[in-house]
């Protein structure tokens, strides 16, 4: 891989370096000037031909001194023939204007139906032209990422960093510093529902890239965008009907290099019941052994599990052009394996820091099938009216397996030189099936042409997530002598969860046109209403084995074998997360836009009204096992965008926004999950935010971009979950959201893209400072001698956020000969992952660098083949405390200075090779 990478940066600086006799030029765009690529250039009397570079460059070599004819050509713009004089020596750049075949005009934020929705063109006009603070990654760009999904995609932005999931690819997108509660997610404009049990925000790996013509991230917002959206919002924009006919295919398959070392270990999940005994049996059911499945205990090796990718998209418009149809599919079916070091810990008595109690080695090894389709179908009637129906599924099916062995240190029997210590063995596998729906009826209408327009939005979404039947197997253990050996079944638990998001949600938004002192003024009115319903089931089982059946090596061999007895027969429904929940959204704005000289003007107002409420079906003596929360909240917003130069921009915006709590976290009771227990809080307030955007922007052609801007953020209730003790057993600890006074958020974010003739240069940086002050424990002797808990104020940066984030990508594009290449770094800083109860001891991840490489070769005219290669550094996820106690610096893999590690994940790399079809 060393190689490979030397081998590539030399052929960049090979290409930037060289030099060539005969004649160069450059092509553009009639219009807008700006350097055009892929253009075909052909030297008639020689037949060569030429293709212009990333800056619209092209060059003919050892041409003989003469007259020749040029003609250049491409898809979307008109064919061009030119007569040249070649000198024998110093010939003038030769310059060329293409004019479009169809021109379409860009100062609005819609993108007409064409094959160029997805270009950098597209993007960087975008970017230029919309009304808001924007960022864009379009699909051009996204097909020859290394990125398969939008969540890997997405932190190629500026402002923004991801959450890992446990397999080391992207899974939530953190926003300028701001966790991702704080954002909200799109599909064409229109806002979709989470799966997740307990929160509104959207796992973004569930997205498959290759269906987008475009990735937006909107950084400000104005009066017709919903107001939920402190760190911003993800807007997909799905792959449209071109004007010409669209076929594009791809299949792949490769390897995870862990899975290669390590092997996989799966279980049989076509043995999974999907409904417990509960609900197929009814509430009075005494659920015995046989009810439970052994599909789940059924655990197997496979040596090689080989990746596969997969896509097709095809699409036309019809009948003159006013019927346009795109269907789209993708498949992915990946196999990853993790190895992870977990230590447990707490703070004890007086100590400063935590001491760890155990550590946990643990090899995961996970599944994920990915499947998204989607369709549109729409019908311009006349000039003046046009429907559009869309649909779009999303499936992410994960199967996970975890082994782990937990060496306990504070059992008298661990003697870490000796190799002896009491052992605890955990198996679990896990099916996990998410799915989001969306269907989405519009229309727009012009009623007085160039007066008066209106467009709608009909909107039928759902998101679903299931995980039937988790089953977990504990086994007692002893290491003597560096030799470890399970000895007897602890228990295991058998858990089904589930829960449903509804949504029926309407949009509609009118403008009016008028002429005032000369200037076009634009007056829109509009609003929605969404009801939301939601509901959540979970039930648990606990398992013993029977006394003849619980000897490790004698009484069974593997967990197929183990004779269970039930210990719950009815099953544990009466949980926090068995629960009915509603929101009902009301909002209306009132939004004006002009453009006065070089000042181009929105602002407007937005009020939305909440009613968001919960009713547990087995509360357990809580005391509000019914609630809600009903609350109006006004949004006003103005961006302004300055017109300094041609292509030069000064953005200032202020806009207010909010943050509601998740479903589950005003459900006034505990749960268990993993190794944490958690409780709502039904007094949880919604947080609001203010928000300062400046920008200064520079676009010099429709490829390059400079973006410099600071921004600013005073946030009112913050939420955040912490540790807390319980009021009457302060022994008994759980994480609760709560809000937390006022906290800050500020920061500077630079974005530079520049193209040279085969070369390219992606790169943004960005510092975000934070604060937050909020309460936390600490213990000290008393007077009596006597231990003590105190309450301490501490200042600290918000969950989730990074004081430095920054991307790198090199690209190399060769049209002549085919060849595009790309390799991308992004570097996340330091980050809080975990906030503790207890002063200076919370948890946080340590600054990484992830970097990847993609490379595509075009063999014939619409065929290529291609390579991508993820995590090149094997760069592991890695969880500490600021701080160390002595008391931890015999065990293994602590004693490094200042650090307690508390966690460490390594993922290794992926390779994936593939070969693609366009038309």
């Known amino acids: 891989m060393k ?105 609005e934020v819609v993108v007409a139906a064409n094959t160029k929705a997805s270009s950098e063109k597209t993007a960087r006009k975008l970017e230029q032209k919309s009304a808001q603070v924007m960022n864009v990654v379009s699909g051009q760009a996204i ?108 299949v792949a398959t490769g390897y995870s290099q862990m899975v290669l070392d390590k092997g996989f270990t799966a279980f049989d999940a076509g043995g999974i019941n999907s409904k417990s005994p509960y609900e197929a049996h009814g509430k009075n059911y005494d659920a015995g052994p046989k009810d439970f499945a052994t599909g789940t205990l059924n655990y197997h090796n496979k040596n090689f599990a080989p990746n596969m990718v997969a896509g097709l998209s095809v699409g036309q418009r019809f009948l003159n052009d006013k019927l346009g149809i795109i269907l789209a599919g993708s498949f992915q079916n990946n196999y990853r394996s993790t190895t992870s070091t977990f230590y447990n810990s707490s703070v004890v008595e007086t100590d400063k820091y935590a001491v760890i109690t155990s550590m946990v080695n643990r090899q995961y090894s996970e599944q994920q099938q990915r499947s998204g389709f989607h369709g549109k179908v729409d019908y311009a009637f006349n000039e003046n009216n046009k429907l559009s129906l869309y649909s779009v599924y999303m499936n992410l099916q994960n199967l996970q397996t975890r082994e782990g062995i937990n060496t306990n240190f504070s059992n008298a029997d661990y003697n870490g030189p000796a190799g002896n210590a009491q052992l605890s063995y955990e198996s679990r596998s896990r099916k996990i099936n998410q799915q989001i729906y969306n269907s989405t009826l519009h229309g727009d209408h012009k009623i007085i042409p160039g007066k008066l327009k209106l467009d709608w939005s009909a909107v039928f979404s759902s998101a679903r997530n299931e995980v039937p039947d988790n089953t977990t197997i504990k086994l007692n253990g002893i290491r003597k002598n560096f030799e470890e050996t399970p000895t007897t079944v602890s228990g295991s638990n058998r858990r089904w969860e589930r829960n449903t998001d509804n949504d029926i949600a309407g949009y509609a938004n009118l403008t009016y046109t ?66 009915d929940a509603s929101e009902k959204t009301t909002a209306g704005y009132g939004m004006f836009k002009f453009k006065a000289a070089e000042l181009e003007v929105t602002g407007g ?68 999950q993993e190794e944490y227990q958690e409780r709502g809080n039904p007094d949880l307030k919604r947080a609001i935010a203010d928000n300062l955007d400046l920008r200064y922007e520079l676009f010099p052609n429709h490829s390059d971009q400079l973006l410099v801007g600071v921004f600013y953020k005073r946030i009112q209730d913050p939420i955040e979950n912490t540790i807390k003790a319980d009021a009457t057993r302060p022994q008994d600890v759980y994480y609760s959201a709560g809000n937390f006074g006022t906290a800050r958020n500020y920061g500077l974010e630079i974005d530079y893209i520049k193209f040279f003739s085969k070369i390219g240069i992606k790169t943004n940086y960005t510092y975000t400072n934070s604060s937050i002050t909020t309460d936390k424990s600490s213990r000290i002797r008393d007077e009596k001698g006597d231990l003590r808990t105190i309450l301490v104020t501490q200042t600290r940066p918000l969950y989730g956020q990074s004081a430095h984030i920054g991307n790198l990508s090199l690209l190399y594009k060769d ?105």
């Open 605 to 672: 107002v937005r009020v939305e009204h909440t009613n968001q409420g919960y009713h547990m079906l087995f509360p357990r003596g809580e005391s509000r096992p019914v609630g809600s929360q009903i609350y109006t909240d006004v949004l006003p917003s103005l961006n302004l965008k300055y017109e300094v130069a041609e292509h030069q921009n000064i953005r200032g915006s202020y806009f207010r926004s909010l943050n509601r709590p998740g479903f589950f976290e005003i459900v006034p009771g505990p749960i268990v």
């Open 143 to 250: 097909e020859v990422s290394p990125d398969l999904t939008v969540a890997n995609v997405i932190q190629r932005i500026s402002g923004v960093s991801v959450e890992r999931s446990s397999n080391g690819d992207g899974q939530y997108a953190i926003l300028r510093g701001m966790d991702k509660r704080y954002n909200y997610t799109l599909i064409n404009g229109v806002k979709i529902p989470s799966p997740d049990n307990k929160y509104r925000y959207v796992p973004l790996d569930i997205f498959p890239s290759e269906l987008l013509d475009r990735l937006e991230v909107y950084k400000s917002l104005t009066p017709n965008m919903e107001g939920d959206a402190i760190g911003g919002a993800v807007n997909m924009v799905m792959k449209d009907a071109p004007n010409k006919l669209l076929l594009n295919a791809n």
């Open 514 to 579: 008028a002429k005032i002192a000369g200037t076009k003024v634009d007056f829109t009115a509009g609003g929605l209403y969404r009801d939301k319903q939601r509901s959540s089931f979970f039930n648990n089982y606990v398992l013993k084995a029977v006394n003849t059946y619980g000897m490790y090596g004698v009484d069974f061999n593997d967990y197929t074998e183990i004779e269970w007895d039930v210990q719950n027969p009815k099953g544990a429904v009466a949980n926090a997360l068995t629960y």
């Open 3 to 107: 190689t490979l990478l030397k081998t590539f940066l030399c052929l960049l600086l090979s290409t930037a370096i060289a030099k060539a006799d005969g004649f160069k030029g450059h092509v553009y765009d009639q219009k807008t000037g700006e350097p055009l690529i892929g253009v075909t250039v052909l030297l008639e009397q020689t037949k060569a031909v030429a293709l212009t570079g990333l800056d619209g460059s092209f060059e003919f070599k050892k041409t003989t001194p003469g007259q020749y004819t040029l003609v250049i050509s491409h898809l979307t713009y008109k064919t061009l023939t030119q007569q040249i004089t070649v000198l024998e020596k110093d010939n003038a750049p030769v310059n060329i204007y293409l004019s479009e075949r169809n021109s379409k005009n860009l100062s």
């Open 815 to 919: 049209s002549n000969k085919g060849w595009d290449a790309q390799l991308a770094a992004a570097y996340t800083g330091p980050r809080i992952n975990t906030v503790s109860q207890f002063v200076d001891n919370d948890l946080w991840q340590k600054g990484f660098v992830q970097m990847d490489l993609s490379i595509e070769k075009r063999i014939r005219n619409h065929f290529s083949i291609y390579a991508k290669a993820g995590n090149l550094l094997n760069t592991p996820t890695e969880i500490f405390i600021k701080g160390t106690n002595s008391k931890n610096a015999d065990l293994p893999g602590q004693g490094e200075a200042n650090e307690t590690l508390i966690r460490k994940d390594y993922y290794k790399q992926t390779y994936l090779l593939g070969v693609r079809y366009k038309l």
